[in-house]
């Protein structure tokens, strides 16, 4: 159980194309899924938190009109990567965390490669 | 807000050795300890956690040693195998709240065959 889905796996395209992850509770109901950002050789770095019904939460440092996240359902997250340049290329991962408050695990996702070029 | 520590951040054993990953966290409310292996461009994948009602916890080769005074908790795998070779993460809640995760800087393990 606890699987996530994040799609797609891999991108590459040009600077100043808009693109749109996708990340998917398959078997469980996720009020809230939170977004990373890592870069090679280093940790994973919480961007954003996203709740299901309402607005994001960025972590400091975070574009908020950079990276749109949407929530629509209790299942799907998505991260819109706005006009990417090549210093947004890095590796984007998805968790989600079953009901139960936060003394329970996260699952990620598969995790997005994404190169601009 | 929570700042975790981790160490080493390079640990490089023989096959069948044990390894130790230690660390340290700042808020002392925190009370729930993940830790995480992830190989070379694949997700997180959690490997045992803790909570901070017991000291110790043990899942075959692996377990988990908390002090909650001195506020580290450490990972030790025994029997090194090179299938162990990856990068572990600690994690502890980020603030008081405790419903977002702050992660180590990891450590990168190799087990030599």
């Known amino acids: 159980g606890a699987v996530v889905s994040q799609h797609p796996s891999w991108v590459i395209c040009k600077s100043g194309t808009s693109v749109k992850i996708e990340c998917r509770s398959l078997?469980?109901?996720?009020?809230?899924m939170f977004w990373y950002r890592q870069f090679p050789k280093q940790s994973l770095m919480l961007m954003a938190t996203s709740n299901e019904g309402s607005k994001a939460t960025y972590e400091q440092g975070v574009e908020k009109d950079k990276f749109l996240i949407n929530h629509a359902s209790l299942t799907l997250s998505t991260l819109t990567v706005t006009s990417a340049h090549p210093e947004d290329s890095s590796f984007y991962i998805c968790?989600?965390?079953?009901?139960?408050?936060?003394?329970?695990?996260?699952?990620f996702g598969d995790g997005t490669r994404l190169s601009i070029l | 807000g929570e700042n975790v520590e981790q160490h080493p951040s390079t640990l490089s054993v023989q096959e069948g050795d044990s390894a130790v990953i230690k660390c340290t966290y700042s808020?002392?409310?925190?009370?729930?300890f993940p830790w995480y292996k992830q190989e070379l461009g694949k997700r997180p994948q959690l490997i045992i956690d803790i909570r901070s009602n017991v000291g110790e916890k043990k899942d075959q080769r692996i377990a988990v040693t908390l002090n909650k005074t001195a506020k580290h908790f450490s990972l030790h795998i025994t029997e090194t195998q090179p299938e162990d070779s990856a990068v572990y993460f600690c994690a502890a809640p980020k603030d008081t709240g405790g419903f977002k995760t702050i992660f180590g800087a990891g450590t990168r393990l190799f087990v030599k065959a």
């Open positions: 078997d469980f109901q996720a009020t809230t």
């Open positions: 808020d002392s409310a925190s009370n729930y």
């Open positions: 968790s989600a965390r079953d009901l139960g408050g936060a003394a329970q695990p996260q699952h």
